[in-house]
């Protein structure tokens, strides 16, 4: 075999395929022009579709936001109103339980002062009680003593009475004898 087989076979098919090519190019790019318009056309109404919905959510979230923070107003505002309600409350309370609480420390100071009044007289009645009855026993004791000595000295008289001889009676004579009876 010669070698310029080896050329002329694929010249041929070379030529071939380049008269296909260049006759199917233009109808190629034609059809690719059209896929592009309308690819382009596609991504067109996309877009307007997309940017009409980011529109509308930009919308409905604004509007959304509005009433939320409207909620958040009206909810703080009644928060506020509850808590002013609330803080009136306790003020009114606290400056009640404290003139409650000045009132019974007032009251607290005179009882005390009355309770230490009332213990002095206690100690003052007590120590006179115990004075008292000191000065009755003392009594009692010198009573005693007197009784004790006016038994001493009683019987001191009545040791020196009875040794005394003023105090003997006299001896007294035995009878005279009586007579005898006359013997009948």
Known sequence: MKKWMYLIFPSVMLAGFLVFYISHKKAAEEKEAKHIAQVAKEKSAAEEKKKAAE???REDARKRTEERDAED???E???AAKQATDDKKVRDATAEY???GDAAAKKLAALEADLDRLRKEKDKTSREAFDFAKQVELSRIARRNAELEIQR???MVVKRAADSSMTRPPV???PPPAKAP???
């Open 55 to 57: 529109s509308k959510a």
């Open 73 to 75: 107003r009206k909810k």
């Open 77 to 79: 505002e009644e928060k």
């Open 98 to 100: 404290t003139a409650k």
């Open 153 to 155: 000295m009683t019987e």
């Open 172 to 174: 007294v004579p035995p």
């Open 182 to 184: 006359a013997k009948a």
